[in-house]
């Protein structure tokens, strides 16, 4: 007798579910599966927690609220996006009492640290583009370099940035989507290869 094994689909309630009873690993819902993640190198780790205290400390919290490592509902995707780091339109606290998880529609920036998968985070800024997401930028620790996407313009396949820029260290770079948001890059790029 032959069995056929077709994998059991997670939609997103389940997916947090399963982390919330797993609190102690790091996960990541595509196409309807739970992966575990690989542990996260020290370069990225720091890199990506530095650039969440930085924003926790310069951006509007009555207007915007900070996230590290939280994945998102988005329209058309069965994974939810899971960022190293974004910001959304909002404040954390609505009268006293925590604000709702995000929506796509209520993202302005996304940040992503690559050390070893820059392929995947390039191929990342179509998704962002057709998700509506004002800006996207790519901290590559590898190349020294920070990518700015944004303007996303199209729909569906045909979603693209319509404007890309590469900064390199004694840069600063200022947000076009987060009010008042500027970063210099050897700040970002402080752990990136010599």
């Known amino acids: 007798m032959s069995v056929t094994r077709n994998p059991v689909r997670y939609d997103f309630d389940d997916y947090v579910s399963y982390t919330e009873m797993h609190p102690d690993g790091a996960f990541e819902l595509i196409d309807g599966v739970i992966y575990t993640l690989a542990p996260e190198g020290d370069s990225h780790a720091l890199t990506r927690s530095g650039i969440y205290m930085y924003l926790a400390q310069h951006l509007d919290l009555d207007v915007y609220t900070p996230w590290s490592e939280v994945s998102f509902r988005a329209p058309g995707w069965a994974d939810g996006p899971r960022p190293d780091v974004f910001v959304s339109r909002g404040p954390w606290l609505v009268d006293g009492k925590f604000s709702k998880r995000p929506t796509a529609k209520d993202i302005a920036l996304v940040i992503e640290v690559s050390s070893t998968s820059r392929p995947k ?21 590898t190349a020294r370099c920070v990518l700015t996407y944004d303007d996303p313009r199209g729909e569906g396949d045909a979603a693209r ?34």
Do not use: C, H, M
Not at 129 to 138: D, F, P, Q, R, V
Not at 168 to 191: C, H, K, M, P, Y
């Open 121 to 141: 985070d390039k191929k990342r800024a179509v998704l962002f583009a057709k998700l509506g997401i004002a800006e996207y930028w790519l901290v590559d620790l």
């Open 161 to 194: 940035y319509r404007s890309t820029r590469q900064f390199a260290r004694n840069e600063t770079i200022a947000s076009t989507s987060v009010n008042e948001l500027t970063i210099g890059t050897d700040f970002l790029l402080q752990l990136a290869a010599t």
